[in-house]
């Protein structure tokens, strides 16, 4: 986290420029998303912190839950504020980038101090394995209205029925996890200590919370004029920045343990990042729109069908030897910014 903390210098700028001074809308943009990345490490780290004062049981649920906490934030504003593509272009971002940008970055940094990267196959076949099947069921509809013959027939409630089905997968899920397999994540897994007693772990939650919310809802009310005068559409900004700024702490995370030689830690990470986007946050965000009465629905575009599958696919590849180095890192890598500009210019 030390390496990020001087971003937060840009917190009060960005108040400044949103709140008193009435800023260009791209100035605002910019540093309210750069002061989301200290926060969410906070954020990160709280709960990190949080999970191994408890139980193995409650630490498993905060992590968990909380995981992609700042991203859900961001989302939740603009989802409030009517962005739908934004929203649903961070769904496809987060997945696409925690496969191919953070798993990417980690084994290419990785492999380039180690020569070849090692990690367990059945554990890795297994968060494949859950992977593939949420990213399957969360394209279903989009895949849907591709090939119906006459797709203005397929209603909304299609995706509200998937997403319920992903909430009871996700719940059972932490049941597996938690009581019947008692898979430990965090920072108990990495058999880290706390750096923060409980009481100031709660506190810095708490705080790091409430700093996302005022950051969030400063870029989120400046997206649309920032996007327009930096030539951006809603699409690549959901799919690109949004992902980058709430998943900060995640992606220095798991760069940090493939740099430690634990690739299975930079493996869970990024896999169970996607799990968590898939079974939880999506269709959070589906009910979430129907209490504020918006219609958003899982029909992705094409592109976006087409990068999930891709990634998916080439992450199961990746995984299937149990073992890694830089040049699989840098095809993902590739893979990714070959996507990104296909976004840029959609």
Same mark, same amino acid.
């Given at each position: ?12 700028? +960005? ?17 309210? +998303? ?23 049981t409650i630490g498993g649920l905060l992590n968990a839950t909380l995981g992609n906490a ?187 343990? +493939? ?8 493996? +869970? ?33 094409p592109l976006e069908v087409v990068a999930v599958g891709a990634a998916t696919a080439i992450v199961n590849v990746v ?28």
């Open positions: 986290m030390r390496y990020v903390s001087w971003l937060f210098v840009f917190a009060p700028v +960005a108040a400044a420029l949103g709140w008193w001074l009435h800023g260009p809308a791209t100035w605002v943009f910019v540093t309210s +998303a750069l002061a989301i990345i200290p926060l969410s490490a906070v954020l990160g780290r709280a709960t990190e912190d949080l999970a191994t004062h408890t139980s193995a700042a991203e859900l934030i961001i989302t939740v504003l603009a989802l409030r504020a009517g962005l739908i593509d934004l929203v649903k272009a961070s769904i496809i971002g987060s997945i696409v980038g925690n496969l191919l940008l953070v798993l990417g970055a980690s084994l290419f940094a990785g492999g380039m101090k180690h020569r070849t990267l090692r990690f367990g196959v059945q554990a890795a076949s297994e968060a494949a394995s859950m992977m593939t099947l949420s990213m399957a069921a969360l394209v279903i509809p989009a895949v849907l209205v591709l090939t119906h013959p006459r797709p203005a027939v397929i209603p909304l409630d299609l995706s509200v029925a998937v997403a319920a089905v992903l909430i009871v997968t996700y719940c059972a899920s932490l049941v597996f996890t938690l009581r019947t397999h008692t898979l430990l994540t965090g920072a108990r897994a990495n058999g880290e200590e706390a750096h923060w007693p409980l009481r100031q772990a709660g506190a810095a939650l708490l705080l790091a919370t409430v700093g996302i919310a005022l950051m969030s809802e400063l870029m989120v009310g400046a997206t649309e004029e920032a996007a327009a005068a930096l030539g951006l559409s809603q699409l690549f900004v959901g799919i690109i920045v949004v992902p980058i700024v709430g998943n900060a702490a995640e992606h220095a995370s798991a760069l940090w343990m +493939a740099l430690r030689n634990k690739a299975d830690l930079a493996f +869970a990470i990024s896999i169970g990042s996607c799990t968590q986007i898939a079974l939880f946050v999506a269709p959070v965000l589906i009910f979430l729109a129907l209490a504020f009465g918006r219609r958003m629905d899982f029909v992705f575009t995984a299937h030897d149990g073992e890694s180095n830089w040049f699989e890192g840098a095809q993902l890598l590739a893979v990714y910014l070959i996507l990104a500009a296909a976004f840029f210019y959609y």
